[in-house]
């Protein structure tokens, strides 16, 4: 094996070289960042009534509302430079992966790390990092139809010069068949792809469902704000006559109705909600997947690797007349040589598969010659035959030592077998199967001339026997398997193994065998309305290959599931494309099932989804408990905006400073506090979200708008009864702000959990809310105390007796909702 570049070469060819990154869209920048924070249209409106206090002279005001405002803009773009670092870690994960020879170890590493002179190990699905050249091949044939325009794929040959474009394979192609040695010769901009300057991007960034849905809420709002502004504006102006005033309170209205905070803060928690999955080894490539996540109904998972370990190792083989277990291996070798040297010549010299390492493992063990045989011709594995054939130089010429192996099916073929002597091996594949073992057969023949058939069946194969691989299941497989079930979603399990094998690892997982067990025979035979009706009963599919997948995908979706589908091969893709959900594998997957893929499993382990579906759940629960927590403060604020511009008695409550600081507590509440909230209690025990459910429908909309009205008529209540005990206009907003101020902050602790108590919720709370509720606070008292604020905020303080009411008020609407919200749960069988 060629050893490749060592790690030190590599730095430094890095460091000259650069990254293996094409001409990209750059990541926005502070200046770019702090444009996009100042565009939207609260700031715009905080800006002009700040610049509009200046201009009428009102410089104390003016100055704290315009500085204000920039540690609200600077809270906002703290936020959104957050949301970007996330995303460009994203695209870094999700860049396509090579697999180079560094200190003579094969390695994965990043696509974007590759430098020159790198030794590139090829194989089938993989999307090509740079430009190279073919140092050895074996049936090579690579889709350069995105460079070319060219449908047909093209076969690739050993390099004899770097004129010879026939042995060069090129940046952002595809491996269709076959697998190559190949040497780096250009990266980045300098190959054939960055020279036409083409531009690959890794995170597609369409709008999802929700976020157009946000789209046209926030619309709506903005449309009714507009109105309801100039409605104001009017009203306050013939009831009171100050112009200048009536803009103030137009310009408050338009800030107390619009909800900036929805666009902030969904991109937040979407971005924030990807890196999170990425920190549990699940990398979204497609935000729609983070929605879906909590609605998935099914969740077809493969076996190999992601059930199991993807460890394999040989405990039992078969000679054709008897079984042998592997504590006896070297006490029969004789009786078993012929078929463990047949498999290890059948089998790549350092390869990359769990089963062919399985038998290099037995064959060393069993201190077996290692040959130095000459590979001559590979047939590989077709989709019409599962077997593999390697053609090995013999020690005279023209004679060829010839080994097959692969489903025991497709091998009794080859060796032509008659009806009895199949039905005997079936009898012994049978067996090792109901042990759980994926099975394999082993053939071997010579061929005498040196023209070698086209086809593996022209060979005069001999059955040597079967070989059994155990595949360890993976610990902690049974509990998620547990947890989809409480969580209501059905687990299928699709396998190219035999019945009794998948049978076998389904009790031991977990599943239920007896639910009934489709083939891929059977399934070939079934029409669409057929497996429609049989799916509903089964979720157990055996000797499946992957092109049957999609036809499962579309049965289940079909029957109006939401599913959620595991792959790692080329021909996985169509599958994980036409999946609610497609799950590719990081580690055995292709570059073609990445791409294909909504998530991808960097550790290919089925608890990851799982682990990944309870966190989708628990993003999208705090995602609706921060909105619904910002359309209910609003509600408040535009009550308590509008009730003076038509009584012109009533003092005015709320200017848009005030505003101003309620938005300076509530951005990073929004943001830090309900995106980082922990799970709700027996969140894996409810079942899936209805997905074509609206995301904010109207009884949302209309239990947010309840709370708002209960903070709103907890407000004036104690505004009027302060009325009612004769307190100047200065003290009465003061304790009406309070009441909104602690009333808000009651609002968060309550609605931060569905599930637990108020009391659980401050005694779990993280420091970093802690440190923003205890922040309000002190911001409050500050406001209330300082003379120079007083003034500022139109405060009077005569005596903070004149406060209890406001805590008393605030605390009775606080118990108001912790009482519904234990009926509720007590109701749902959630305490």
């Not at 430094?12 to 100042?38: C, D, F, Q, T």
């Not at 943001?671 to 980082?676: D, L, M």
Request: charged share 20%.
């Amino acid at each position: 094996m060629n050893p490749g570049l060592s790690t030190a070469v590599a730095v430094e060819k890095l460091k000259i070289h650069g990254y293996n990154e094409l001409p990209s869209v750059k990541p926005k920048n502070i200046w770019r960042i702090a444009r996009e924070v100042m565009k939207e249209p609260m700031f715009l409106l905080l800006i002009s009534c700040g610049l509009l206090y200046m201009i009428l002279g009102d410089y104390k005001e003016g100055s704290v509302m315009l500085a204000t405002i920039s540690v609200i803009i600077f809270i906002t773009f703290y936020q959104y430079r957050k949301t970007e670092k996330a995303l460009e870690a994203l695209k870094k994960l999700s860049s396509p992966r090579a697999l180079v020879i560094r200190d003579g170890i094969e390695i994965r590493i990043p696509g974007r790390e590759v430098v020159p002179d790198d030794i590139i190990i090829l194989n089938e699905g993989d999307r090509i990092s740079a430009d190279a050249i073919v140092l050895n091949t074996a049936n090579l044939v690579i889709d350069e139809s995105m460079l070319t325009g060219e449908s047909i794929a093209v076969s690739k040959s050993v390099a004899v010069d770097s004129s010879n474009t026939n042995g060069l394979v090129f940046s952002g192609t595809l491996v269709v068949q076959g697998k190559a040695e190949v040497k780096v010769v250009a990266t980045g901009f300098k190959t054939q792809f960055g020279k036409i300057g083409t531009t690959l991007q890794n995170i597609d960034e369409d709008e999802t469902r929700l976020q157009k849905e946000m789209k046209v809420l926030i619309k709506s709002f903005f449309i009714i704000g507009a109105f309801i502004s100039i409605g104001i504006v009017m009203a306050f102006y013939y009831t009171r006559g100050n112009f200048v005033q009536s803009l103030l309170n137009g310009l408050a209205a338009a800030m107390s109705i619009l909800p900036e905070e929805f666009p902030v803060v969904l991109t937040i928690f979407l971005a924030l909600g990807a890196w999170r999955l990425s920190k549990n080894n699940v990398l979204t490539r497609k935000s729609s997947a983070i929605e879906t996540l909590g609605s998935a109904t099914v969740l077809c998972t493969d076996k190999t690797g992601t059930i199991t370990q993807n460890k394999m190792e040989v405990v039992a083989l078969y000679n054709g007349n008897e079984f042998f277990n592997k504590n006896i291996f070297l006490e029969r070798q004789n009786q078993i040589n012929n078929l463990i040297l047949a498999a290890h010549r059948a089998s790549a010299k350092d390869s990359f598969d769990p089963m062919e390492k399985a038998i290099s493992k037995v064959h060393e063990e069993i201190l077996l010659p290692d040959e130095k045989t000459k590979l001559i011709k590979e047939y590989p594995l077709s989709h019409e035959l599962l077997a593999m054939t390697r053609v090995l130089e013999s020690d005279s010429e023209y004679s060829f030592s010839v080994s097959a192996k692969g489903a025991p099916e497709s091998v009794f073929i080859l060796c032509k077998m008659d009806e009895n002597a199949k039905a005997t091996h079936l009898l012994a594949v049978r067996q090792m199967a109901e042990q759980g073992l994926r099975v394999i057969a082993v053939a071997n023949a010579s061929h005498q001339n040196k023209t070698l058939p086209s086809i593996q069946h022209d060979f005069n194969f001999k059955f040597l026997g079967l070989i059994g691989l155990q595949d360890p299941i993976r610990a902690e497989v049974p509990q998620a398997i547990k947890e989809c079930k409480e969580a209501g979603i059905k687990v299928i399990m699709i396998t190219g193994d035999f019945p009794a094998t998948a049978k076998s690892i389904a009790g031991q997982i977990g599943l239920d065998p007896e639910k009934g067990i489709i083939t891929g025979e059977e399934l070939k035979k079934m029409n669409d309305e057929e497996l429609k009706i049989k799916i509903r009963d089964t979720n157990i599919f055996a000797r499946v290959v992957p092109e049957q997948k999609l036809r499962i995908v579309q049965a289940l979706k079909s029957n109006n599931e939401i599913v959620a589908m595991t792959g790692d091969g080329v021909n996985d893709a169509p599958a994980l494309k036409a999946a609610n959900i497609g799950i590719a594998m990081g580690n055995k997957g292709t570059d073609v099932a990445r791409e294909a893929a909504s998530l991808v499993l960097l550790d290919d382990n089925f608890a990851s989804v799982v682990s990944a579906i309870r966190s989708g759940r628990r993003i999208f629960d705090n995602l609706q408990k921060a909105m619904s927590y910002i359309l209910a403060l609003h509600v408040p604020i535009i009550g308590l905006t509008l009730l003076p511009a038509f009584f012109s008695s009533l003092p005015l409550l709320l200017m848009p400073l005030h505003i101003v600081f309620l938005e300076l507590i509530n951005d990073p509440v929004c943001s830090i506090a309900f995106e980082s909230e922990q799970e709700e209690k027996g969140i894996m025990k409810r079942p899936p979200r209805d997905a074509k459910e609206h995301f904010f429908g109207r009884k949302k909309i209309f239990l947010s708008i309840l709370q708002g009205f209960l903070l709103l008529t907890t407000v004036l209540s104690v505004y009027f009864y302060s009325l009612y005990e004769k307190h100047s206009e200065g003290e009465v907003r003061a304790i009406a702000f309070s009441t909104l101020i602690i009333g808000n902050i009651f609002l968060i602790v309550t609605n931060l959990s569905v599930t637990r108590s108020f009391i659980s919720v401050i005694t779990e709370i993280k420091s970093v809310i802690f440190l923003i509720l205890l922040a309000a606070f002190i911001m409050l008292f500050l406001i209330l105390t300082v003379p120079f604020l007083q003034e500022i905020f139109n405060f009077q303080i005569t005596s903070y007796l004149h406060f209890i009411s406001a805590f008393l008020g605030a605390f009775a609407l606080l118990i108001i909702l912790e009482t519904e919200k234990y009926f509720k749960n007590r109701k749902n069988n959630t305490i």
